[in-house]
C-alpha cells in the first residue's frame, strides 16, 4: 500500500513474478501516495531506495526511516513537498542500485535536493556493481546494509576546508568485490 500524508492508502503496488523487464513493476491507475508512508516529520536521517523492495528490505533489517522512490527517475513532487515537512531532517542517503542508471539518478537527485535544501547533508551508499539492497541481503550477511550505509559517502555540502589546522585525515576508499561468491575480496586504501 501507497499512503497519503494522513496515512491513509490510496494507491497500491505490486510486483511480477514474471521475468520480463517491462512488466516487473505495477501500480494503481493514478498513482499516489508514498512507501512506506509519508517520513515522521521528526526523522532525522532518511535513506531514499530505487524502489519499493529495497525500502522493504531496508526496514526490515535495519533501523533507519526510509522512503521509497519510483525508480531512478521517480523521485517526485510529492516526495519533495513530504521532504519540506521534516524540519529536523539533517540527512538524506541515496541506496540505490549500484549501476550506471542508479549512479546517474544519485547524482541528479542529490544536486536536486542540494539546491531545494542547502543545508541538508546528503550522502550515498556506494553500493556493490549490479547489487541492490535486496540482493545484498539475499547474498551476505544480515549487517551489510548498515555497514555500507555507516560507510556511506558525503556528497553535499562539501565540509569546508581547515584553516590554519591540520590537514584533514582522507577517508579510506573501500570496496567490497563480491562477483565472485567463492572468493570475496575487500581492498582499502589504507596501507
Request: glycine share 6%.
Amino acid at each position: 500500500p501507497l499512503k497519503n500524508a494522513q496515512g491513509e492508502i490510496v494507491s497500491l503496488y505490486g510486483r511480477s513474478l514474471n521475468d520480463k523487464k517491462s512488466q516487473r513493476h505495477h501500480y494503481s491507475i493514478g498513482r499516489s501516495g508514498l512507501y512506506p508512508n509519508y517520513p515522521d516529520p521528526a526523522v532525522k536521517t532518511l535513506v531514499l531506495t530505487e524502489r519499493i523492495i529495497d525500502a522493504l528490505t531496508i526496514q526490515e533489517y535495519t533501523d533507519f526511516d526510509v522512503l521509497a522512490m519510483y525508480g531512478t527517475n521517480g523521485l517526485t513532487k510529492e516526495h519533495l513537498e513530504a521532504l519540506k515537512t521534516c524540519p529536523d531532517l539533517e540527512e538524506v542517503i541515496f541506496f540505490l542500485d549500484g549501476d550506471t542508471a542508479g549512479r546517474l539518478s544519485t547524482e541528479k537527485y542529490a544536486a536536486d535536493l542540494h539546491k531545494l535544501f542547502p543545508n541538508l547533508v546528503i550522502s550515498e551508499v556506494q553500493t556493490l556493481e549490479n547489487e541492490d539492497p535486496n540482493s545484498l541481503i539475499q547474498s551476505h550477511e544480515v549487517g551489510i546494509l548498515g555497514h555500507l550505509i555507516q560507510e556511506r559517502k558525503r556528497l553535499y555540502p562539501e565540509p569546508p576546508p581547515a584553516s590554519g589546522a591540520e590537514a584533514p585525515v582522507p577517508i579510506p576508499v573501500n570496496v567490497l568485490d563480491v562477483s565472485d561468491p567463492e572468493l570475496l575480496v575487500y581492498q582499502t586504501d589504507l596501507v
